[in-house]
C-alpha cells in the first residue's frame, strides 16, 4: 500500500473506532451495572473538540525521540486525537508489523479499572482490539464471572501500540518510544486502579526491573494510582495452577477500587 492508502486505512480504523466508542458510551448511559459509577468513572472519554489539522495530515517527522514522542502526546487534547497519533505513528520499527492500530477497548467504568498488557497480539492486530484471542476470552472471563463487570466497564490497553515480530516481549527503546503515548492516555483514562498482566507492564509501571513474584501480593501506589500486578492471561493458560493466585490479586484490585464481589 501507499503512504496515502496507508494513512487512509489508519483514519479509517479510527473513525471506526471512535463510532463505536460513543455508541458504548450511549449503551452504558442506558445499561444497568453491578456498581454505581463514580463521579471520577464517568470523566468524558468523549471529547467532541476539532481534532488538530496537524493529526490528521501530517506525517510524524523521522527521527523520533522519546522528547518528541512526548511533545506528540502532550499535543492531543482528547483519547480521540491521541487514537489516531497512535494509529499513524511511525516512531519505532514496530509500525511495520501494523495492520489495524490497536489502542485500547473499553471506558473508565466503576472504580476506574485499567488492564495494561505488553504487546498486541497477531490476533488483536487483525481486530483492532486488544486482548482478541484465547487469552482475551480468559481475560474477559475475569472481568465477566470474576469482577461481576463487563469489558466496556474497565479500560483494556496495551503497553506498545504495535505488534512485537513472533510475540516478543518490545524492547527497551520500543518501550521509551511508545511510553508516551501510554503515559498521556493514563492521564486522559485517569484510572484509580492498574492491574499490569504480567512482568513488562508490571515492571514498566513501577519502574522496576523485578521478576513478576517480587511484584505481586501487594498494592502499589503511584501517582494516586494503586497498581496490583497480575499473571498474563497466556501465563494462565500455560499454567491453569496460577489460576488460584490471579483471582487473589483480583480480589485486592477490586478492594481499591471498591467493587463489590458479585454474589
Ligand atoms: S509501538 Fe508505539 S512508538 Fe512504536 S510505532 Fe507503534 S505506536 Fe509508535
Same mark, same amino acid.
Given at each position: 500500500m501507499s503512504q496515502e492508502q496507508n494513512e487512509l486505512a489508519a483514519l479509517s480504523q479510527a473513525l471506526k473506532k471512535t463510532m463505536e466508542r460513543k455508541r458504548h458510551l450511549g449503551q452504558r448511559r442506558v445499561g444497568r451495572g453491578p456498581c454505581t459509577a463514580s463521579p471520577r468513572a464517568t470523566t468524558?472519554?468523549?471529547?467532541?473538540?476539532p481534532v488538530p489539522v496537524a493529526h490528521l495530515a501530517q506525517p510524524q517527522v523521522l527521527p523520533a525521540s522519546p522528547e518528541s514522542q512526548t511533545t506528540m502526546a502532550r499535543e492531543c487534547l482528547n483519547l480521540d486525537q491521541l487514537e489516531r497519533a497512535a494509529s499513524r505513528? #511511525?516512531?519505532?520499527?514496530?509500525?511495520?508489523?501494523?495492520?489495524n492500530p490497536v489502542f485500547s477497548d473499553g471506558n473508565p467504568g466503576p472504580g476506574g479499572i485499567l488492564f495494561l498488557g505488553e504487546a498486541p497480539s497477531d490476533a488483536d492486530n487483525s481486530t483492532?482490539?486488544?486482548?482478541?484471542?484465547p487469552p482475551g476470552q480468559l481475560l474477559t472471563d475475569i472481568i465477566?464471572?470474576?469482577?461481576?463487570?463487563?469489558?466496556? #466497564?474497565v479500560t483494556i490497553t496495551p503497553m506498545v501500540k504495535c505488534p512485537t515480530p513472533g510475540g516478543r516481549a518490545p524492547a527497551g527503546e520500543e518501550v521509551e518510544l511508545c511510553a508516551p503515548i501510554l503515559r498521556r492516555q493514563l492521564e486522559l483514562v485517569n484510572p484509580r486502579v492498574l492491574i499490569p498482566l504480567g512482568q513488562g507492564p508490571a515492571n514498566f509501571l513501577l519502574a522496576r526491573k523485578s521478576p513478576l513474584a517480587e511484584l505481586r501480593n501487594q498494592i502499589f501506589e503511584s501517582q494516586g494510582r494503586q497498581i496490583v500486578a497480575t499473571f498474563h492471561p497466556g501465563q494462565l493458560l500455560q499454567d491453569p495452577a496460577k489460576k488460584r493466585d490471579c483471582w487473589a490479586d483480583i480480589r485486592r484490585a477490586m478492594a481499591a477500587a471498591d467493587i463489590k464481589k458479585p454474589s
Open positions: 468524558a472519554k468523549i471529547d467532541a473538540t505513528c #511511525q516512531a519505532c520499527p514496530l509500525h511495520k508489523g501494523r495492520h483492532g482490539t486488544p486482548f482478541s484471542g465477566v464471572k470474576g469482577m461481576g463487570l463487563n469489558r466496556q #466497564q
